[in-house]
């Protein structure tokens, strides 16, 4: 998808991943691991066992490395920069875009500020306040809000190595450097704060004391930027997307919870495929049943 839509680097970059373990035999076992989901997943790439040394000569950024488990195939991207770009690129072609808090009525129909419009398809990619938006259809849907901050540090840029890959050490915060100096570390996982969009700046220490146990030359002066965001979870963690059974007209899609940025373009696919192509998709691969999620309130 990436390729189809000639996304820059600003927006995309397959750097690689390192996951790092502590113990030996946990970096063995992950190693083991790796390379088994490799046969079914391709896009993992090469998987290469690193020692420490070998970690940090690939993170120069790195004061406290630790052995780890290389993957090529994996990549960071910038989601804002992605559905901007994705947008800007759509509306070349033949896509309006009106930016409006909406709600749908009990006839499957979008209640604007113009007023009520009736279309053949609509998906609902609503994330965590689709269970709002679909109680004038009597659906109860099992969607939560968490909240989510990262901190942006500026750190020493390393010109000659921009492509520093993507860092999941172990019992701390991923650690995201889109080169040029700029590094991300996060994120929380705030269950009890749902909508909060608040910075909390326990938080934001607690953040950069993570990203100080990995490089322990950074101090407050490197942080210079805050985000804060909801996911969606469902009650399994897993997401969820399709025609809502009973009312076709509507496609949905939730639950992407922490992995939304990995899984959302390919989500996103799909669905616009069958709103524009029609048929009854099997995604059963992919997922279990929207009944899972999807229930109504009247029975
Ligand atoms: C701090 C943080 C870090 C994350 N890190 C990662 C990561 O490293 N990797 C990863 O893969 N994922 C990550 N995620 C998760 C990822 O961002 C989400 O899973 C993804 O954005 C979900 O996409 P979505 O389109 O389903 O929902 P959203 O991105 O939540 O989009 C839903 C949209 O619907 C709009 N909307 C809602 N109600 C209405 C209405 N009534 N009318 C009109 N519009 C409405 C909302 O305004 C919003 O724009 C992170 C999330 C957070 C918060």
Known sequence: MIHDAQLGTDVYQQTGTIVTRAAVPDLEALYALAQKRREAAPAMGTVQQLTAQEVQAKLPLLTAPQAGVFLSGGARVDGAALVTTLLAKAQQRNLTVRQERVELDGDENIVTSAGTRRYDRIIVAAGAWLPDLLVPLHI?????????QLIELAVKDYPLQEQLPVLMPEGERDFVPFGQGKLIVGATH?????FDLSLDAMVTADLLASAQRLMGTLTDENVVGVRVGT???SSDFAPF????????????????GSSGLTTG???GRLLAGSALYGGTPDWSDYELPLSTYLKSSLA
């Open 140 to 148: 109860q849907t099992d969607i939560r809000a968490q909240k989510g």
């Open 190 to 194: 705030e269950d009890d704060k749902h």
């Open 231 to 233: 996911r969606a979870y």
């Open 241 to 256: 997307f399709g025609p809502i059974p009973e009312h076709e007209r509507l496609l949905v899609a939730s639950g992407l």
């Open 265 to 267: 373009p390919q989500i």
